[in-house]
């Protein structure tokens, strides 16, 4: 009786675990391993790279992670591929965009730097009707920081007025850069909640210009010595 | 019919196999024992057998030589019409093995089957576990992928431990001062032909002296064994209350081995073959070799040894653990047999099975060393940290993966393990303790004082406090509150 048990209970067993495994392996037959078999530096299948050394940051699919959201097709109607490859291979200065190139210390051959961009192309760009002329992607005007802030005053603090979503918090100007803020204040991030440039003031898309300006007059409000501990102190008393 | 009857007659008059072969089938074996207790042993001998078949067909395929070997495998895996099959069969038919000859000598020691007169078979067991763990890492070596390079070169390192003789020790290892061809020779040559042959010809010994001396009755406590009257009592034992071994109990052995074998074919065919993973290749460096199953608790040993205690256990364990196993039927050859007599052996049995599983477990996770990928690849953050948090916040959460400390700090179970896992850190710390955490490190964490700008460490410090539950605040430090509460209206 007890060796019937035994072994209907091994019977069980094994198809139990047939039927876990045939979840998680999907299909029997030859290893499906090429990309396991390839020297790092020879892979060059976008999904793989973009999940090893870009997602934690840029969020699974292009969204959704702290940094900037690369699938958003506004961004990447803005963007030049030779801008994404400088980026990507030397890093991006003042913001935390680390440096990916084998020619700046990472482990990225430029091969890979250049699937990952024709991969970011392919899967995220979208061609939009050009209705209203975008802001170029770098800036190619002085800013009028004055101008800036009226702009600010107008169409930004309405939003951002609230302790929580102060983007004028002299920690958080520390580790962006001009730049990266120009990319969002055209791109927007549609992850979050933030409007892009055509939509941020209510049938006035911003100009050229104005971009350049907001940029500067939040430049303007960079301190020389941020980070001072126990910074929500002095709103408290 | 009658022409195999003269047949079989005319062969039997020359070989004369047929009486002792019939002896042995014929033998009597106590009713008790004819139990699913006892077909642990002809499962290891049924998967040896499996190995030497699969092995051989392997052998026909495999080249070994450094420069190929890995090639052929993945032509055995991709080109070869259920090449991979046969590589997988081989896999964990190996696993098996090493699992149901454990289980067996489980079995044996707590069924006192050591004992007098079984002594020998005992030591001849002991010999088998080594050769085929023996074999296990061999075969781990033929594999010749960067898990088996590595392995090679931890095996070597230990090796070259062995006080006077490590150097040559070595050197015999691997053929020469380096893993190069030769090593590989040298391992095919012991992993096909040397410690096989000892194994077929040392098993075949084994068997026949469980043939020969009887299998080892059920053990009833109070039923003492005595040399001198043991062999008596095991007569009489199996006249009064016996049955012949075929068909009274080989249809169990039968039957076990088949579902053993069919469990093989089940594993192999839906997990598929071991490797081969990527190449042995000293130049890639971005690689975290593992041993395979069986020796990931030694792995784990290793990891949380300190330094200065690993020469001394890998030399000293391996050789008490072994004399320990040859002394035993020696040191307890008499006595009871039953289980409910010995709580030693139990508690013996039950701490080892205990600590390997436990040892087992962290080896294949790997707790203590970091994950080198985590601060770029794999999920973010969660959402539900980052969507709602203020700019300074999400760039902390980026500045916890540029500094690498997800490395070694998991949140919402992805990241290393190497230091806690931070998801709920802020209903545990107040952000004064953050800070100092973060600035001075402590314990097994570095300091990251001078690796991070004040605005850094704000806004990591400030992602920090916003891991806590919904439901339930994050922790403060009351002296502050006071103070705040103190100095409002002076400024008011």
Same mark, same amino acid.
């Given at each position: 009786?007890?060796g019937?048990a035994?072994?209907?209970?091994?019977?069980?067993?094994?198809?139990?675990?047939?039927?876990?495994?045939?979840?998680?392996?999907?299909?029997?037959g030859?290893?499906?391993?090429?990309?396991?078999?390839m020297?790092?530096?020879?892979?060059i299948?976008?999904?793989?790279?973009?999940?090893?050394?870009?997602?934690?940051?840029?969020?699974? &699919? @292009?969204?959704?992670?702290?940094?900037?959201?690369?699938?958003?097709?506004?961004?990447?109607?803005?963007?030049?591929?030779?801008? #994404?490859?400088?980026?990507?291979?030397?890093?991006?200065?003042?913001?935390?965009?680390?440096a990916?190139?084998?020619?700046?210390?990472?482990?990225?051959?430029?091969?890979?730097?250049?699937?990952?961009?024709?991969?970011?192309?392919?899967?995220?760009?979208?061609?939009?009707?050009?209705?209203?002329?975008?802001?170029?992607?770098?800036? /190619?005007?002085?800013?009028?920081?004055?101008?800036?802030?009226?702009?600010?005053?107008?169409?930004c603090?309405?939003?951002?007025?609230?302790?929580?979503?102060?983007?004028?918090?002299?920690?958080? *100007?520390?580790?962006?850069?001009?730049?990266?803020?120009?990319?969002?204040?055209?791109?927007?991030?549609?992850d979050?909640?933030?409007?892009?440039?055509?939509?941020?003031?209510?049938?006035?898309?911003?100009?050229?210009?104005?971009?350049?300006d907001?940029?500067?007059?939040l430049?303007?409000?960079?301190?020389d /010595? %941020?980070?001072?501990?126990?910074?929500?102190?002095?709103?408290?008393? | 019919?009658?022409?195999?009857k003269?047949?079989?007659?005319?062969?039997?008059?020359?070989?004369?196999?047929?009486?002792?072969?019939?002896?042995?089938?014929?033998h %009597?074996?106590?009713?008790?024992?004819?139990?699913?207790?006892?077909?642990?042993?002809?499962?290891?001998?049924?998967?040896?057998?499996?190995?030497?078949v699969?092995?051989?067909?392997?052998?026909?395929?495999?080249?070994?030589?450094?420069?190929?070997?890995?090639?052929?495998?993945?032509?055995?895996?991709h080109? #070869?019409?259920l090449?991979?099959?046969?590589?997988?069969?081989?896999?964990?038919?190996?696993?098996?093995?090493?699992a149901?000859?454990?289980?067996?000598?489980?079995?044996v020691?707590?069924?006192?089957?050591?004992?007098?007169?079984?002594?020998?078979?005992?030591?001849?067991g002991?010999?088998?576990?080594?050769?085929?763990?023996?074999?296990?890492?061999?075969?781990?070596?033929?594999?010749?992928?960067?898990?088996?390079?590595? @392995?090679?070169?931890?095996?070597?390192?230990?090796?070259?431990? =062995?006080?006077?003789?490590?150097?040559?020790a070595?050197h015999?290892m691997?053929g020469?001062?380096?893993?190069?061809?030769?090593?590989?020779?040298?391992?095919?040559?012991?992993h096909?032909?040397?410690i096989?042959?000892?194994?077929?010809?040392?098993?075949c010994?084994?068997?026949?002296?469980?043939?020969? *001396?009887?299998?080892?009755?059920?053990?009833m %406590?109070?039923?003492?064994?005595?040399?001198?009257?043991?062999?008596?009592?095991?007569?009489?034992l199996?006249?009064?209350?016996?049955?012949?071994?075929v068909?009274?109990?080989?249809w169990?052995?039968?039957?076990?081995?088949?579902?053993?074998?069919?469990?093989?074919?089940?594993c192999?065919?839906?997990?598929?073959p071991?490797?081969?993973?990527?190449?042995?290749?000293?130049?890639?460096i971005?690689?975290?070799?593992?041993?395979?199953?069986?020796?990931?608790?030694?792995?784990?040993v290793?990891?949380?040894?300190?330094?200065?205690?690993?020469?001394p256990?890998?030399l000293?364990?391996?050789?008490?653990?072994?004399?320990?196993l040859?002394?035993?039927?020696?040191?307890?050859?008499? @006595?009871?047999?039953?289980?409910?007599?010995?709580?030693?052996a139990?508690?013996? *049995?039950?701490?080892?099975?205990?600590?390997?599983?436990?040892?087992?477990?962290? @080896?294949?996770?790997?707790?203590?060393?970091?994950k080198?990928?985590?601060?770029?690849?794999?999920?973010?953050v969660?959402?539900?940290? /980052?969507?709602?948090?203020?700019?300074?916040?999400?760039?902390?959460a980026? =500045?916890f993966?540029?500094?690498q400390?997800?490395?070694?700090?998991?949140?919402?179970? =992805?990241?290393?393990?190497?230091?806690?896992?931070?998801?709920?850190?802020?209903?545990?710390? /107040?952000?004064?303790?953050?800070?100092?955490?973060?600035?001075?490190g402590?314990? &097994?964490?570095?300091?990251?004082?001078?690796?991070?700008?004040?605005?850094?460490v704000?806004? *990591?410090?400030?992602?920090?406090?916003t891991?806590? %539950?919904?439901?339930?605040?994050?922790?403060?430090?009351?002296?502050?509150?006071?103070?705040?509460?103190? =100095?409002?209206?002076?400024?008011?």
């Amino acid at each position: 009786m007890r060796g019937c048990a035994f072994t209907g209970g091994l019977v069980l067993l094994s198809l139990a675990l047939f039927v876990t495994c045939m979840g998680c392996h999907g299909r029997i037959g030859e290893p499906n391993d090429q990309d396991e078999l390839m020297r790092p530096e020879e892979v060059i299948s976008f999904d793989r790279l973009y999940q090893q050394n870009c997602s934690a940051c840029h969020g699974e &699919n @292009g969204s959704g992670g702290p940094a900037l959201d690369l699938s958003n097709p506004t961004y990447q109607a803005l963007v030049d591929d030779a801008s #994404l490859k400088r980026w990507i291979t030397s890093g991006m200065p003042g913001t935390q965009m680390p440096a990916f190139g084998e020619s700046a210390g990472g482990f990225l051959t430029e091969q890979q730097i250049d699937a990952l961009v024709a991969g970011m192309r392919a899967r995220w760009m979208f061609k939009k009707s050009a209705g209203v002329a975008m802001p170029s992607y770098l800036a /190619t005007i002085v800013g009028n920081a004055g101008h800036g802030e009226a702009i600010f005053q107008a169409s930004c603090v309405s939003c951002h007025r609230q302790d929580k979503q102060k983007i004028t918090n002299t920690s958080y *100007l520390a580790l962006v850069s001009d730049q990266s803020l120009r990319t969002i204040v055209i791109a927007g991030r549609p992850d979050l909640g933030q409007p892009d440039w055509e939509h941020v003031r209510p049938g006035q898309p911003l100009a050229d210009q104005d971009v350049s300006d907001i940029v500067a007059y939040l430049h303007s409000l960079r301190s020389d /010595t %941020p980070g001072q501990p126990y910074p929500d102190e002095s709103a408290k008393r | 019919m009658r022409r195999l009857k003269v047949l079989y007659e005319w062969f039997d008059r020359r070989l004369q196999l047929g009486e002792p072969i019939k002896e042995m089938a014929l033998h %009597p074996v106590p009713n008790k024992t004819a139990s699913w207790w006892y077909v642990f042993g002809s499962a290891a001998f049924v998967l040896l057998m499996l190995q030497i078949v699969t092995g051989i067909l392997l052998a026909l395929v495999y080249v070994p030589s450094a420069g190929q070997a890995w090639n052929s495998l993945n032509v055995l895996n991709h080109q #070869l019409t259920l090449g991979w099959f046969l590589r997988a069969m081989h896999g964990w038919g190996s696993n098996f093995m090493v699992a149901v000859v454990l289980i067996h000598m489980a079995q044996v020691f707590l069924f006192g089957a050591y004992k007098f007169p079984r002594e020998l078979t005992w030591v001849l067991g002991v010999f088998l576990l080594l050769m085929t763990l023996g074999m296990a890492f061999t075969g781990q070596v033929l594999r010749f992928d960067q898990d088996a390079y590595w @392995g090679l070169g931890i095996g070597a390192s230990i090796a070259s431990r =062995v006080p006077f003789v490590g150097n040559w020790a070595v050197h015999m290892m691997l053929g020469g001062p380096i893993i190069a061809g030769a090593t590989l020779s040298r391992f095919f040559a012991f992993h096909v032909f040397v410690i096989p042959g000892m194994l077929l010809a040392f098993a075949c010994l084994h068997v026949w002296m469980v043939l020969k *001396l009887g299998i080892n009755e059920w053990p009833m %406590p109070g039923r003492i064994v005595r040399r001198a009257t043991y062999a008596a009592e095991y007569h009489k034992l199996t006249k009064k209350d016996g049955r012949a071994f075929v068909p009274g109990a080989v249809w169990k052995d039968a039957f076990f081995s088949a579902a053993i074998l069919a469990a093989v074919a089940v594993c192999a065919a839906v997990l598929g073959p071991y490797g081969p993973g990527g190449r042995p290749d000293p130049t890639i460096i971005q690689t975290a070799p593992k041993p395979d199953f069986f020796f990931l608790w030694l792995y784990a040993v290793l990891s949380y040894l300190p330094p200065s205690l690993e020469t001394p256990f890998l030399l000293i364990a391996p050789a008490l653990g072994i004399a320990g196993l040859v002394a035993l039927p020696f040191c307890a050859g008499e @006595g009871e047999k039953s289980w409910h007599r010995r709580p030693v052996a139990i508690l013996m *049995l039950t701490s080892i099975a205990l600590a390997w599983s436990v040892l087992t477990h962290l @080896g294949t996770f790997t707790p203590w060393s970091p994950k080198m990928t985590a601060w770029s690849g794999g999920s973010p953050v969660p959402v539900r940290y /980052t969507h709602d948090a203020s700019p300074l916040q999400r760039q902390g959460a980026i =500045v916890f993966q540029s500094k690498q400390c997800r490395n070694c700090h998991s949140i919402a179970g =992805v990241g290393g393990q190497r230091g806690p896992a931070l998801d709920l850190v802020a209903s545990r710390m /107040t952000e004064d303790q953050l800070i100092r955490q973060v600035l001075q490190g402590g314990g &097994n964490m570095p300091a990251y004082g001078k690796n991070l700008s004040p605005s850094e460490v704000t806004a *990591l410090v400030s992602f920090l406090e916003t891991l806590h %539950p919904a439901n339930e605040p994050p922790a403060a430090d009351a002296s502050r509150n006071a103070a705040a509460v103190l =100095v409002t209206p002076a400024h008011q």
